[in-house]
């Protein structure tokens, strides 16, 4: 779809009457703090210009229609009524698992028709399923007038992903869909769910945050975002906390000891100090972008890297290739983001570095024998909102 007066003709000709609105949620991509989010920690996601867009109009007789227009085939035709936890459907699960959350929640949605498109790669780890969960409750609360904040749309979009579609997220891909603004990276504390803005203007300084999808995904990711989970959870257990998010930065080096002691998996222990660690990253990019020190994030994003790569070790080849490229080019500092075995880097660099940065990544990629990536620029974006009619 190119524009919203053609989704709004598409939705026309599909059901027969014209949407109520159309409605936007960005996907996102995470500065820093990886596989915090889960163990009450903190996040540091920024929303993108990539966003899915959603043209709905309400029904009364329970029914759920939803289409994809970069999906083949046709209308899925759900009953509100008849909506179950963990029951398929394919992609259509994450706007259905939205139906579903809302009215589990007391809200009454009675159906709706909904037509769907999106710009945010698929598969490139920057949350097109949190988009697509995010659109769809922005859509059904003001259509349904049901009053909810944005954060209160995340929860719920988060509950959907969990309970309905089945994967055990934590909460940062929604809250970034839904409560991001332009120009600002958002520092969630993803325990009681406080957030602040922090101003993150690249182009003021002169710098660009370049998005790397390497355009792979591993099979070695599939089941390995919920075994680091538990192992996160079996440290915090070993040291008599509720979270990962309890243990201070200044006390890891002695937790370190407590549990190699105790004999805990060494797997538990390098996940412990990554997720510690990486708290610690968050509040030291913060306290730089607050000094206006963007060019000193850099390194941090480089040892975030080193982290995730040897510590909780979800990084591959690809991965680890942008990163090396990318600062033996010049790169400020680069680092892969989201749940990681492909999907996407960052590289933060100097705007007029980025043209030879991106193409030293390239060209890396073609010596070692993979197919090209997609780079482009990571423009802080605003959040989730109904974009036509417009108020």
Not at 210 to 216: A, G, I, P, S, W
Not at 361 to 370: L, R
């Amino acid at each position: 779809m190119t524009d919203n007066a053609e989704l709004t003709a598409s939705f026309t000709e599909l059901y027969g009457t014209a949407p109520e609105g159309i409605w936007a949620a960005p996907g996102r991509v995470n500065l820093i703090g990886e596989y915090t989010d889960f163990n009450g920690g903190f996040v540091m996601p920024l929303a993108l210009p990539h966003h899915a867009r959603a043209a709905v109009a309400r029904r009364t007789d329970g029914q759920l229609r939803l289409h994809s227009t970069d999906v083949p085939g046709g209308v899925v035709s759900l009953r509100v009524d008849e909506l179950a936890p963990h029951s398929g459907h394919g992609w259509a699960a994450y706007p259905a698992g939205v139906v579903w959350a809302l009215r589990e929640a007391g809200h009454q949605v009675t159906g709706a028709d909904i037509q769907l498109t999106s710009t945010v790669p698929v598969g490139a780890g920057l949350s097109s399923s949190a988009a697509l969960e995010v659109v769809t409750a922005l859509a059904l609360n003001d259509l349904f007038e049901l009053g909810l904040g944005a954060q209160e749309v995340a929860v719920l979009a988060q509950r959907a992903e969990n309970d309905f579609v089945g994967v055990p997220c934590g909460v940062m891909d929604q809250m970034a869909s839904a409560c991001c603004t332009e120009g600002h990276a958002l520092y969630l504390d993803t325990r009681d769910l406080t957030q602040r803005q922090v101003p993150f203007d690249l182009a003021a300084h002169g710098l660009q945050l370049l998005v790397v999808d390497t355009r792979v995904k591993h099979a070695l990711g599939d089941g390995a975002y919920a075994e680091r989970r538990a192992g996160c959870e079996a440290g915090a257990r070993a040291l008599g906390i509720d979270m990962l998010r309890d243990l201070p930065y200044e006390d890891l080096g002695t937790a370190l000891e407590t549990l190699a002691a105790a004999g805990e998996d060494e797997s538990v222990v390098r996940y412990v100090r990554h997720v510690v660690s990486d708290n610690h990253r968050v509040e030291q990019v913060i306290a730089l972008l607050d000094a206006g020190e963007v060019r000193a994030a850099g390194p941090v994003l480089n040892e975030g890297h080193a982290s995730l790569r040897d510590d909780l070790r979800v990084s591959c080849q690809e991965l680890d290739l942008v990163v090396s490229a990318a600062n033996a080019a010049g790169a400020l500092g680069a680092r892969m983001t989201g749940g990681g075995f492909g999907g996407s880097a960052i590289v933060l660099v100097e705007e007029a570095m980025a043209d030879t940065v991106a193409k030293a990544v390239t060209e890396a990629f073609t010596a070692a024998g993979h197919a090209a990536p997609g780079v482009f620029p990571a423009v802080p974006s605003a959040g989730g909102r109904r974009v036509t009619p417009t108020a």
